[in-house]
């Protein structure tokens, strides 16, 4: 097997080192629940319709989710509109109260206990955020109004999306892979992620591995002699460099090698205008973004 495949094996099974921890996490959280049923039995929000209790929900918010889901929790670059009415993982008290109080695995949304949040809430703090959504949810399902059958031939045909990005494991990888990105990112997200990529890069490929998230950052190299490659940055330290080029070959260049190189902070993904991209193209892009990640 090439180094190539092999590191399109890892990219691809990216989330699987995880998994077993995840699985751990599992088993320790059924023994939690039935030591703890007593505490879990309760299934409705004790403090419904009550706006004092939401307004502490709303402090609790502030410090505790907006940071992912934005203020308002209109949803921010890390996690969605909480607003919806047609929540992905459940709608009843019970369902969310689950959600926040242990997380959704395989998600980048932490349990708001044990430490997974800042110094981990109370039942009480859960249910009083439980009701500050209630308050500032939206009556009627947000309708992205884009026709995502139109879209998702958009995505591998006209605009090229998917000579990137992967959705359901087809697709290119010079690009993060975009099967949840609907569903865990703001609309205003996903049309500035297109409109204008460089704003805001998204989470670097090597995140699960490292300390601190790297970002997306682009490249472009001029080797000894003299060809010219770019694409994006997987990792660098002092002496080596490593990159997926625009036709996705891996490559691993001594710096000192190099005639030169340059990282910048800037999307390989192109700008989509108005020219290339109408509104209501990428309105029907969206829908399909929107309905890709959900089975
Ligand atoms: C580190 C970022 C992060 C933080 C902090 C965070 N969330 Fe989330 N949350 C997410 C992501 C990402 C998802 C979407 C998971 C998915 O479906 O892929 C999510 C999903 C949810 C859902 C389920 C939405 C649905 O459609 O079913 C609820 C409810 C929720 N979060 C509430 C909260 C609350 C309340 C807090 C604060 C106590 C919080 N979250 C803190 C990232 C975060
Ligand atoms: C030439 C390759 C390329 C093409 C074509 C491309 N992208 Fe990207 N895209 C990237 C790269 C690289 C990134 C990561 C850097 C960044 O955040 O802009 C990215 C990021 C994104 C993100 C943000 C993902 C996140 O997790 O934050 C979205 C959404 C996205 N692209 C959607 C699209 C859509 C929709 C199209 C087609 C209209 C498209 N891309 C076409 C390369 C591409």
Redesign the pocket.
Known sequence: MRPVHLFALILQNRGMAIRPFLCLACLALLGYFAWNDAVLAQDKNPYEGNPEVAKLGEYQFRLNCAFCHGLGARGGGRGPDLTRAQKRHGNSDAEMFHNIHDGIPGTAMPAATNGGIGVGMSDEEIWQVISYLRRIQVKAPAQPGGNPEHGKQ??IGA???S???MIQGKG?R???D?TT?GAS?SVE??VE??RN??R????GILEAMKEFPEE?ESVSVVTADGTKLSG?LLNQDQFTLQMLD?REQLRLFEKAELRSFETRRE????V?DQKA?SDKDLQD?IAY?QSAGVQ
Not at 200 to 203: D, F, G, K, V
Not at 267 to 270: E, F, H, K, V, Y
């Open positions: 958009l995505f605009s090229g999306c000579t990137c990005h290119g010079l690009g993060p975009l990105v990112r997200y996903l992620s297109v990529p460089s805001r890069l998204a989470q997306y994006v625009t999307s390989a993904m192109p989509y991209l892009l973004l």
